[in-house]
């Protein structure tokens, strides 16, 4: 093959390789994100894509400056050896990229299991307690307001004799998402088991809890479920406590809250007197 020749053969080559590096580091960012990286993988992530841009971003320079600057300077072999390497380069990172997607999305899948109601999809019981612990902790530390609730459906045994238990799947889902719209996005919500959920309200005193509690049992008793052309309500129990206890006293404080709001009748809010030093 005549010289000429093999100056644009070496020239497609670290082009493709350019376009290749490029592509790959867009991959890579799109890993980065969907993954939400962090710590060490955020760095080596981002340590590839820089490494990718440099790469391609170098050769497009070099097939730049072998066709067009110094057509007459002959290719060196250590040119080729060095198209071929940052080949090999763009390969293991694409492999690695793939790796590192695959890897994160098993490690999210994980993670959801482990924390999340797979019915409701909010907080499971030992996450919640896991997240209350780490606010109360704090609300002791800085002597600041926290709130906890217990929350349970009324009558909710009655909605799966009646209607059967995949109503009340959708009566649980219809209840998360009410009470999720009344909620900050700092507070803390739980399902406990069965029909009994937990609110944790970081910064909110007595009044500011009371307001919340009345606004979440009204946005319950005007929810509507369509199930087979009838349309299903259900009201909500509230109990709450405010104070500095550790979120296991506060959940029981909260819970015989709860008892006294059914004994009185359901659908209503009962709010605890009680004030710890312990939270």
Aim: glycine share 8%.
């Amino acid at each position: 093959m005549p010289p000429a020749g093999l100056e644009y053969l070496y020239a497609s080559l670290i082009v493709a390789v350019a376009l290749a590096a490029f592509v790959v580091s867009v991959r890579l960012m799109v890993c980065t994100a969907r993954c939400r990286a962090r710590n060490g993988r955020l760095l080596m992530m981002l340590g590839g894509i820089a490494t990718l841009l440099a790469l391609g971003l170098a050769n497009l320079f070099d097939a730049f400056d072998n066709v067009v600057w110094h057509r007459e300077v002959p290719i060196i072999p250590s040119a080729w050896l060095s198209g071929i390497a940052g080949a090999v380069i763009v390969l293991w990172f694409e492999v690695f990229g793939r790796y590192a997607v695959e890897r994160a999305e098993f490690e999210r899948q994980l993670e959801i299991l482990a924390t999340t109601d797979p019915l409701t999809g909010i907080l499971n019981r030992r996450a919640c307690l896991e997240r209350g612990k780490a606010l109360t902790e704090s609300a002791k530390r800085y002597g600041h307001p926290m709130t906890v609730m217990m929350l349970d459906i009324d009558h909710f045994k009655r909605i799966n004799d009646r209607h059967g238990h995949d109503t009340g799947d959708e009566v649980l889902r219809l209840f998360v998402a009410v009470v999720a719209k009344c909620l900050r996005q700092v507070d803390v919500f739980g399902r406990m088991g069965g029909e009994e959920f937990a609110v944790l309200m970081p910064e909110t005193a007595q009044k500011g809890a009371q307001i919340a509690a009345e606004r979440i049992r009204q946005a319950v008793e005007k929810g509507k479920l369509n199930q087979g052309g009838q349309e299903l309500s259900v009201t909500v129990s509230v109990g709450a406590v405010v104070g500095t206890h550790s979120v296991d006293d506060a959940l029981k404080l909260a819970d015989e809250a709860l008892y006294r709001a059914k004994r009185e009748g359901r659908n209503r809010v009962v709010m605890t007197e009680a004030q710890g030093e312990n939270i």
